[in-house]
Antibody
């Protein structure tokens, strides 16, 4: 089955760190661009960042809110990607989705169910 | 950065109604726009890309139009399963950005 599954969410204190995982199956995630998108409770969608395909050296792009605090990486052997989040703020509380970018069309065609990150003391 | 402004933020409509949602970009994005539907508690699903390209399996009552800065999502003859929140997304430039969403509720 073609799917992506996020994990790693939970409760973390302000200033803390958390690492989210996204496991892909049914396709090779290293061949495509992958995004992280988040959604705060009761709010809209916010793009967090992107990791490009292996042919593009897995280069990354980030939203301003993520730049300098969040890092997206890949593990080709595990067909997975990760979102390392440091210096977390209360307004980082959200469901974090991993999504596949359709090559050369740029929309997101495959989303996971998301993982909830709660930043609170 | 490109800002995406959706209107209205919410609307109430009846089954069978025609619904129009607009999305305005703060600068021209040609046709680099997608529309997503999000049902409560679910992940978004892409309905349309390239402003007007309807995805396979999406009912033909959905349509998209526009280019440049102004875009429209139209739902003809609203069905019970269409009550959801809809988002536009521009992918012309980084950072990728979404509109604030339009919640379609039952009247």
């Amino acid at each position: 089955e073609v799917q992506v599954v996020e994990s790693g969410g939970g409760l973390v204190q302000p200033g803390g760190s958390l690492r989210l995982s996204c496991a892909a199956s049914g396709f090779s995630s290293s061949d495509v661009y992958m995004d992280w998108v988040r959604q705060a409770p009761g709010k809209g969608l916010e793009w967090v960042g992107r990791v490009r395909a292996k042919r593009n050296d897995y280069s990354t792009q980030y939203a301003a809110s993520a730049k300098g605090r969040f890092t997206i990486s890949r593990d080709e052997s595990r067909n997975s990607l990760f979102l390392q989040m440091n210096s977390l703020h209360t307004d980082d509380t959200a469901v974090y989705y991993c999504a596949r970018v359709v090559t050369s069309k740029w929309y997101l065609d495959l989303w996971g169910r998301g993982t909830l990150v709660t930043v609170s003391s | 950065d490109i800002q995406m402004t959706q209107s209205p933020s919410s609307l109430s409509a009846s089954v069978g109604d025609r619904v129009t949602i607009t999305c305005r970009a703060s600068q021209g994005i040609t046709n680099s726009l997608a529309w997503y539907q999000q049902l409560p508690g679910k992940a978004p699903k892409c309905l349309i890309d390239a402003a007007s390209n309807l995805h396979s399996g999406v009912p033909s009552r959905f349509s998209g139009s526009g280019s440049g800065t102004d875009f429209t999502l139209t739902i003809n003859s609203l069905q019970p399963e269409d009550f959801a929140t809809y988002y536009c997304q521009q992918y012309k430039d980084y950072p990728v950005s979404f509109g604030g969403g339009t919640r379609v509720e039952i009247k």
